[in-house]
């Protein structure tokens, strides 16, 4: 099956109430994965959006507690992340921009479910960064993207990369697990204690985790033309390695006010995505400023340059063709990683100013839903 009725935006079933959360710039871009690998610097780079509290070691209580998101919603303290998209040539890498992500919302249950808030504390992952190819599990049927040009008819998805040469942007897509186990707020691979309804993005969750939360869906779109329009023979590389796309995955930390996000799933019935249509969001002034979601930004624990162009990845992590599946131990010999510094903020302060929290963080368009009832 294909996951295009959504991601075309085209077939929404109306009978789904659903929101689009825009995010209109990374937080930071970083080798920072609190879920995948606490203390330390992540394997590869991210480009992770939302929260300012994020960093090594952030827990649910820092989130509720930051100060600031580069999401729409100030009661939505959660951080987003993919993995960066570079684009590979005869010069190295170079990251490739996006405009922030869309954090679709969708309220899908089936007949005998409710649509359930997220519980304080979830964590969740899905994807996995070392496919390389087409698994045919739910999981890699959640994964997908999409070749955007508004001059030509809609192409379909495709679950890794499939045609590249995008003029309006190469859009990664991520729909996550929807069903809780009700008990676990994480687990040791980061996935069990969540699982995917019968149809992966709506229908019935198994017994074994019956709680069928309001389901989110990233989308990102990368604006991959400027590239494209060089003709030098480069190719498109996520920051996990991969050239095929098949290793695209998502994180989510929830950082919601649970009380908020839980009127917003019983009482938002708008099915046309509009944000702004939410009464509890834009009747209670709960959205954010584009110029507050622009001027957030996270410190980055890491002094190393992620947006290229550089001659090996961030982490210096090999790119693997496949079909068969990488490895963590896939690097490029004799390639260092950089390392953690300090990060108190005379140090940052005392540093060069890649250092200064924020200058990895690229600029954006700003963002706001309506924009996206053009494009979607
Ligand atoms: C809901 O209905 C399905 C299909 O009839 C059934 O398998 C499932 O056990 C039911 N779940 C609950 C919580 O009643
Ligand atoms: C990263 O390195 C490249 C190449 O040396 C340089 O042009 C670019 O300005 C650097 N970016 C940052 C944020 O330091």
């Not at 304080?120 to 890699?140: C, H, I, K, Q, V």
């Not at 190469?170 to 699982?195: E, I, Y």
């Not at 709960?286 to 001659?311: H, K, T, W, Y």
Request: proline residues 7%; negative net charge.
């Amino acid at each position: 099956m294909r996951l295009s009725f959504l991601a075309a935006g085209l077939l929404v079933p109306s009978a789904y109430a659903f929101w689009r959360l825009p995010c209109a710039t990374p937080v930071v871009n970083s080798r920072i994965d609190p879920i995948i690998s606490p203390g330390k610097a992540s394997s590869h780079a991210h480009t992770i959006m939302g929260s300012n509290a994020i960093g090594y070691n952030t827990q649910f209580g820092d989130l509720r507690s930051s100060q600031c998101t580069t999401c729409m919603v100030r009661d939505d303290k959660s951080a987003y992340w993919i993995p960066e998209l570079y684009y590979q040539n005869g010069k190295g890498f170079q990251a490739v921009d996006h405009g922030g992500m869309v954090v679709y919302y969708l309220q899908r249950n089936a007949a005998n479910e409710t649509v359930e808030a997220f519980p304080d504390g979830l964590r969740m992952f899905t994807g996995n960064p070392y496919s390389r190819s087409f698994a045919g599990t739910s999981e890699s049927k959640a994964i997908s993207w999409n070749c955007i040009n508004f001059n030509g008819p809609g192409q379909p998805d495709t679950p890794g990369f499939g045609n590249t040469n995008c003029p309006n942007g190469l859009r990664a897509q991520v729909f996550f697990p929807a069903c809780w186990d009700g008990v676990n707020l994480d687990s040791p691979d980061h996935k069990s204690h969540m699982a995917y309804p019968d149809s992966v993005d709506s229908g019935q969750c198994p017994s074994t985790h019956p709680h069928h939360l309001v389901s989110i869906f990233f989308e990102v779109w990368f604006n991959v033309a400027q590239f494209n329009n060089l003709n030098d023979g480069g190719r498109f590389v996520l920051a996990n390695g991969d050239p095929t796309g098949y290793g695209l995955h998502g994180d989510f930390l929830n950082g919601w006010d649970r009380s908020v996000l839980s009127r917003a799933v019983q009482t938002c019935t708008d099915g046309s995505g509009v944000i702004e249509n939410c009464p509890v969001f834009q009747n209670e002034g709960r959205f954010v400023s584009n110029a507050d979601m622009n001027s957030c930004a996270a410190s980055n624990p890491l002094q190393e340059n992620v947006s290229g162009p550089i001659p090996n990845l961030p982490g210096c992590v090999a790119v693997t063709n496949g079909p068969g599946p990488a490895s963590s131990t896939d690097l490029v010999p004799g390639c260092t990683a950089a390392a953690s510094r300090r990060s108190s903020d005379e140090d940052l302060a005392a540093r060069a100013p890649e250092a200064v929290p924020g200058v990895n963080r690229r600029s954006h368009r700003a963002m706001r839903g309506q924009d996206w009832l053009l494009s979607v």
